[in-house]
């Protein structure tokens, strides 16, 4: 495939280079007090807008420049040799999917067509909830807890770093920042009432069912 030039390529739908930060679903206080403007204003504003600016620059010039996120972290998963542009890619594809993860209106009991598959599942709700904060707080350094699909079952992984489902062959449903720069303004080392509390009171079960529907 031919290199497309940058500025031609930003009319490709999925495959805008240079890629943009993609708006946060809501505003920067809007999860407060559980995770606060202050946090959401580095993490969103400073981490991840750094994976998007270092992509570009890592990209530009290359034949990853044409591509989808998507279809750069796939081309990239592997490959010792090009870790960086893979880390940055999925990183933020991951926080991007973090935000939607949760919401103001989050927690709660998961709609009924999502409720039955994790009873099916984990037995129940908490049993889920529970699995998903012992992956949380297990993971040792930086790295995410995700709810995912293995074809039409429900488990629970963690990956490290930039690691993402998507590269095991795994559907993911939702997911938890466990990287400290995720809670650490606002809770510091007690990660598990961080994981805890956004499991009651942030986790976005509409978004999990709608990913599970697609
Ligand atoms: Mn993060």
Known sequence: ??????????????????????????AEN??????TAKTMSF????????YVDNLNKLIAGTEYAALSLEKIITSTAGKPEKAAIFNNAAQNW???FYWKSMSPKGGGE???????????????????KKELASMAVSQFGSGWAWLVLE????KVVKTANADMPM???LKPLLVIDVWEHAYYLDYQNRRADY???????????EFALQNASE
């Open 94 to 96: 991951n926080h991007t």
């Open 195 to 205: 994981v805890n509390i956004v499991l009651d009171k942030l986790i976005n079960w």
């Open 151 to 154: 074809g039409d079952k429900l």
């Open 167 to 169: 590269s095991m062959g």
């Open 43 to 50: 993490h969103y504003g400073k981490h991840h807008k750094a």
């Open 1 to 26: 495939m031919s290199k497309l030039d940058a500025s031609n390529s930003s009319t490709v739908p999925g495959a805008a280079s240079p890629l943009v930060l993609p708006p946060l679903p809501y």
């Open 110 to 128: 998961p709609p009924a067509a999502l409720k039955s598959k994790i009873e099916a599942a984990f037995g129940s709700v908490d049993a889920c």
């Open 30 to 35: 809007a999860l407060e007090p559980i995770i």
